[in-house]
Every structure is written in C-alpha cells, then in structure tokens.
C-alpha cells in the first residue's frame, strides 16, 4: 500500500513517548508499505534526525512549527470564540494544508495516516483531495482526560478554569473527530472506555496496540552500587510532567532526605520547572541528549504523575533498562504491570516517600523489581512481536 503518514513530532530521535510509537511503528509498516512521512518539525530537529527517517521512508516531508507566545495568545482567542480546543487551533499551520494537499492530489495514496489528535484535522483535509484513501488515526491518548485530571489538581484558580473549559471543548471535540475515520487505533483499552463513555455517537472499528520499545538492543544499566540517586526523566514542557516532579520535590523528597541524607533527585528534561533550581539535594540538568551517565547512578527511577492519557513511556525505558520504578497509580494507567512485582505503586506524599526510601535501602527489592521489570518489557512490549498487530489494519 501507499501510506501518507502525517507527524506532529520528527519521529527521531527516540527522546519522547510519541518519537517511539511513531518511530517504530513506521518501521514496521516501512517493511511491506510504500511510506511517506509528512512531519511537523522545530529548531532544535537537526538534519541527521530527517536522514534516519528518510533512511526508513520512501519520502520524507517537513514543515516548521512555529510556537510563540503571541501566537498562542491568538489561538486562544480563537478557541474561546469558536469552542474549537486550544490544543488543536494552535496547531493550525497554513503550509501543513497546502503540502498535503499538493501531496494528495498527485500521490494516488491508499491510506492516510494520522498520527495522534493533533493531525487529525489535516488528515481530514487531505482525504477531500485523495477521497478514495482509507482513514487510519493513532490515539496516543485520550485527550480530553489530561486538562480535566490537571484542573483537579491545580490550585491557582484561572488555570483551573483555563484547564477545565479546555477539557470541555475536548470532550466535544474528540469523539467527533474519532468518529470521522475509517478505523482508530487506541494505545490503551483505558483511553477508549474513557471516550466511549463521553459520547453516544458510533465507533468507527478499533485496535488497542500498545507504544512499544527495543528492549533486545538494550543492555540492562542497573547498579546497585549507585548509592541513593533517584531519577526523573520527561519532557518539562508537558505540563503533566511538570505538574508531576514538582509535587515529588515539595512534599515527598523531603521526607525521603530525613530518612537518607544521602539521597539526591536528578531532573532530566527539557524546560524544567524554576522552582526547583537551589532545593535542596535536587539537580536539575534540563535535556541531556547522553542519559547513560544519569541512569548508569540511578538506584530508583520515579514517574510521580497525577494526569495524563495514554502510557508513560518512560515506565517502558525503565524496564528496559533494568532500573526499579515506583510510580503513582495514574502514572502507570494503561500498562500491564504487577504491583510489587515488575513496580511499585503508591500516591499519596508519605507512602511514596516510604516506598522510594525501601528502594533505596534494600537491595534485595530493588534487585527484585529491576528484574522482574525487564522480563516484562522483553514479554508484552516489544516493537518485533506486538506490531505485527498493524498488520491487521493495512494488510
């Protein structure tokens, strides 16, 4: 088949969630399909990334992001007057549409691809100038649910308001646009229940795939004798991920530093919050393009959530990695895991404290959980075995 991919992110290099599914998963279809890969890129995409995909695609296509804080200020202007989500409108990009365009009229393809919410609506668009291709979107997450769980949990009372008229809007907004495609993979039975339970309106067929990782070409990193190094990895400018490591350094680390002086908490990702710059026994390194030094020290590896959609890739990398993981409940939502066994659970400050300092101070467990996380990631979330399931979808 003729594939038109479209990408809101350059799939490579694999430093983000949707980078791996979209990565691997055109790797996999790259095999028996004619592949164009249409993608959004930004400053910070260098031309060796577009050479590896173009190493992998029989065509590769880019745009220019543009993001600035007047822009967004106008989208959302433009959202609150016309109820269109602020998250969609501001991806609005006028070269996106006339590339696709130019690309569907000539291309004669089978299937256009829509690789998460955002790149559904251009998807749309080209299926008017390509009106016999196939309609295929992947649901990283279900959108709607990560404006509501951050309104839950914000205390500044316009962002709350921000936040929770932003998940109005997606709760219309999402089913909708769902129900427009030919077929709508889901990465979790999680975030399909959830939108089937906000509207009534007909699913077009669905598949759950989970995102999925390389694990065989990984070599397990954990070291026991890293002493007391608790690390969290994510992009900083996803306000969940922000959210999430600023509540774990205001009132659960402290209460681990009692217990373990020696305890100290690195923060990898790009934009981190200013607020935890100076804390105590916390360093912050913002995106670090070598994460080998990092995890090679790393005794416990935190994914401190409280929303989001979809899956926390970095729980798979962990796993793969062979470092002990204590997550929240929400932090591990859509994966398949054994709480005291592959990781542990816990969400409130004092038994997360309590859970990382066991961790931390017996090594024993943390041998356990490192192990038995490993065996996970190698068994249900292997790109090679588990996305043989796109087969079903294109043939």
Known sequence: MKILYLSQVLP???????????????????????VTLV???????????????????????????????????????????????FLIARDEVSAMGKLLRRLALSGQFDAIHADQLWMAQYALRAKTF?????????????????????????????????LARESW?????????????????????????????????????????PICADPE?????????AGGRITFLGGLHWPPNAQGIAWFAKTVFPQIKQAVPAATLTVVGKNPPPELAGMNGIEVTGYAPDLR???????????????????????????????????????????????????LIADEPAAFAETVTQVLLDAGLAAKIAAAG?????????WRTVYTAWDEIYG
């Open 12 to 34: 490579w290099p694999l430093d983000a969630g949707p980078k791996m599914r979209s990565y691997f998963a055109l790797k996999h279809l790259a095999r028996r399909h004619d």
């Open 39 to 85: 993608t959004f890129v930004r400053p910070t995409d260098k031309p060796e990334h577009i050479a590896e995909m173009e190493r992998i695609c029989a065509a590769v296509h880019t745009v220019p992001m543009p993001r600035a804080a007047w822009r967004d200020g106008l989208f959302l202007l433009k959202s609150l007057l016309t109820g269109q989500p």
């Open 130 to 162: 390509a009106p016999n291709a196939r309609l295929v979107l992947d649901q990283h997450n279900a959108v709607c649910l990560i404006p509501r769980r951050m309104a839950q949990g914000e205390t500044n009372i316009a962002k709350k308001m921000v």
């Open 169 to 209: 809007a997606m709760t219309r907004y999402e089913p909708r646009i769902c129900a427009q495609f030919d077929h709508v993979v889901w990465v979790t039975a999680e975030d399909l229940a959830a939108v089937r339970r906000i509207s009534a309106a007909p699913m077009p067929p669905v598949t759950v795939i």
């Open 217 to 225: 070409s990984v070599a397990p990193l954990y070291n026991r004798a």
């Open 293 to 343: 030094p990092y995890l090679a020290e790393t005794a416990v590896f935190i994914v401190p959530l409280h929303a989001g959609g979809g899956m926390r890739v970095k729980i798979i990398d962990a796993w793969s990695w062979g470092l002990p993981i204590v997550s929240t409940t929400i932090g591990a939502e859509g994966i398949d895991i054994t709480p005291g066994r592959d990781i």
């Open 374 to 382: 490993r065996q996970t990631v190698l068994q249900k979330y292997n």
